[in-house]
């Protein structure tokens, strides 16, 4: 049996990964896709949290959060669909006008 | 020992995955990495006896959100060249910023989880009975937190409605 805190620390891993994602990436669909392993980050360290005081408390919050990432990702990735409808490319560097 | 065996593998499985996501040029590779990533993390949830998450987690992530994100990367992206990293506006040592940063939230995200004290108890005590299992879950689910779950419903209508919203043809902005 592994210790729990190794868990935890290769949620932090993955986490950070996702945060340096958000960061370096200028493609808005890879910059979703770092936020999505950011959520499955944090998601971890709830199961983990969930198994070390056997409580399943943090099963159901990572069910809500799985809940509000899918309604997020449809709407974030409806968004992107328009952005790209009305520009040739989609660097979000450039976009800095919220009229489009 | 076997556990053992499994974690690490998904483990390393998880952070290639993760390192996919984060260095491939194009956004279908980091699409297909993020899978290869969700299914580790699946794995991962299993060796925590949450069966139903682990679940809910290849169906839903790996299977329904990465579809639509394929859908929509493979919508915008085809015939398109590799969208490139090098905008105008890119900063200065902006690699090296962003890894710096990163290692520094590495290293207080984990110290914060592993050095307090409260976890000094963390030595994986046995999991009771019925911890984990669909049936607890449902429990859980339906007695204690049921208002929660009632409300993931509102949450789903405001998306559908919000991407019916956005997906309409607006003769306003049509090009």
Redesign the interface.
């Known amino acids: 049996m592994v210790p729990l805190s190794y868990y935890l620390i290769l949620s932090a891993l993955l986490f950070s990964i996702g945060t340096v994602g958000v960061l370096v990436r200028r493609n808005p669909l890879q910059m979703f896709m770092s936020i999505e392993l950011m959520w499955n980050a944090v998601n971890l360290s709830f199961i983990t949290f969930a198994r070390q005081y056997t409580n399943m408390a943090g099963h159901v919050f990572v069910f809500l959060v799985i809940t509000v990432a899918a309604a997020e990702v449809a709407i974030g990735l409806a968004i992107i669909v328009v952005v790209f409808r009305t520009r040739e490319h989609a660097d979000v560097d450039e976009l800095n006008a919220m009229k489009g | 020992m076997v556990?053992?065996v499994v974690?690490?593998l998904a483990?390393a499985v998880?952070?290639v995955g993760?390192?996919g996501?984060?260095l491939?040029k194009h956004?279908v590779h980091?699409?297909l990495s993020?899978v290869l990533?969700?299914a580790a993390?699946g794995v991962?949830?299993l060796?925590?006896?949450?069966e139903?998450?682990a679940v809910?987690?290849i169906l839903?992530?790996a299977g329904?959100?990465m579809v639509?994100?394929l859908f929509?990367?493979t919508?915008?992206?085809a015939g398109t060249k590799t969208?490139?990293?090098e905008?105008?506006?890119?900063l200065a040592y902006?690699?090296l910023?962003?890894?710096l940063?990163?290692?520094i939230?590495?290293v207080l995200?984990?110290h914060a989880?592993?050095g307090a004290d409260w976890?000094s108890s963390?030595?994986?005590?046995n999991?009771?009975g019925s911890?984990?299992s669909i049936a607890?879950?449902g429990?859980?689910?339906f007695t204690k937190?049921l208002l929660?779950?009632e409300l993931?419903a509102v949450?789903?209508l405001?998306?559908?409605i919000?991407?019916i919203f956005?997906?309409r043809e607006h003769g306003a902005?049509r090009?």
Do not use: C
């Open positions: 556990s053992t974690f690490w483990a998880a952070i993760a390192g996501v984060l491939a956004p980091s699409a993020l990533n969700l993390l991962l949830f060796l925590l006896h949450a139903f998450l809910v987690e839903v992530y329904a959100v639509l994100f929509v990367v919508l915008l992206m969208p490139r990293d905008g105008r506006f890119r902006q690699y910023l962003a890894g940063f990163g290692l939230l590495f995200v984990a989880l592993v976890m963390l030595a994986a005590t999991a009771g911890f984990g607890a879950f429990t859980a689910l937190y929660p779950f993931t949450v789903l405001v998306a559908v919000g991407v956005l997906g902005t090009k």
